[in-house]
């Protein structure tokens, strides 16, 4: 499917979003995004991603992404009533197993919290996950400490898996508590489709 400019192809829509391929247009809103403090809490202790960072490394990677492993990568959201920029859901495959499983992630500007929109996307790739690209297995991991992103997670239908702890050069506050992992296997999403 083509973009709305008819330049970035869409994944996948839900009733209130678009999900669609990065472009170097992007830039700006990414470095937005990863500029917020509160965005980035529990990812860089609220430390923005320099905007070089963003051009340079981030947004190159995205884009190379998609042709790693076809249907999977980070994609930009986007409101389908305005076409703003609201942050990104992505399936990343992990590179041993990119057939099997992927991991679940999502970022969103401040301004999309507390509607419901994580809840929809991760739910909508979830079934793209499972339908149409056949993957076993999805999982998230967060820090324990990060009670809206792991109910996310819950809502999504995501069950708890675990607590570890990593070692960190550059701890952030919160970190002691460990990190979480969720996960949803086919078979599970599938019963409860059904269901």
Request: charged share 25%; proline share 5%; with cysteine.
């Amino acid at each position: 499917m083509t973009g709305v400019d008819g330049s970035a192809p869409v994944l996948l829509e839900t009733g209130r979003l678009r999900l669609r391929r990065f472009t170097e247009a992007d830039a700006d809103a990414l470095t937005e995004l990863d500029s917020d403090p509160e965005v980035m809490r529990y990812l860089t202790g609220g430390q923005p991603t320099p905007a070089d960072v963003v051009r340079g490394e981030l947004l190159p990677r995205l884009l190379a992404g998609y042709g790693r492993c076809p249907g999977l990568g980070r994609w930009a959201a986007v409101d389908r009533a305005t076409g703003t920029f609201l942050g990104w859901f992505a399936l990343d495959a992990p590179a041993a197993q990119p057939g099997t499983q992927a991991e679940l992630g999502y970022r969103l500007r401040r301004a999309a919290w507390g509607r419901g929109l994580a809840t929809e996307g991760s739910r909508a790739l979830l079934r793209y996950a499972f339908a149409t690209v056949g993957l076993a297995r999805v999982w998230a991991q967060t820090m324990a400490v990060n009670t809206p992103s792991r109910r996310v997670m819950e809502k999504a239908g995501l069950r708890y898996v675990r607590t570890f702890h990593l070692d960190w050069d550059d701890p952030i506050e919160g970190t002691e508590h460990g990190e979480v992992e969720y996960e949803l296997l086919r078979a599970e999403w599938a019963a409860r489709e059904a269901g």
